[in-house]
């Protein structure tokens, strides 16, 4: 109820429907956890851009909240015949 509540009043604030609103956090959320994803040491990514060290900065405060998930890979089995 809390969080309803608050995202119908950011998107009177906004004047933008609930939903809309939804999608937007879910896409920063998205976006910064996307960001601050650890690396692999010369991995060769370019710096981030002014938008990026903004949005991690301003975003930093979710970083407790945000869980790692386990990453599947799709790599293929090979099996020899005997």
Same mark, same amino acid.
């Given at each position: ?26 896409? *920063? ?7 601050? &994803? #650890? +690396? ?8 981030? $851009? ?8 301003? *975003?930093?405060?979710?970083r407790?909240?945000?869980? &790692? #998930? +386990? ?8 099996? $020899?015949?005997?």
């Open positions: 109820m809390k969080k309803i509540k608050a995202v119908e009043e950011i998107g009177q604030k906004l004047q933008m429907t609930p939903v809309a609103i939804n999608k937007k956090l879910t896409s *920063l959320r998205t976006e910064y956890s996307r960001l601050v &994803k #650890r +690396l692999p040491s010369g991995s060769g990514i370019e710096a981030r $851009t002014p938008h990026q060290k903004w949005l991690v900065e301003k *975003l930093e405060f979710i407790q909240h945000v869980k &790692k #998930r +386990l990453s599947t890979t799709t790599s293929l089995c090979t099996s $020899t015949l005997l």
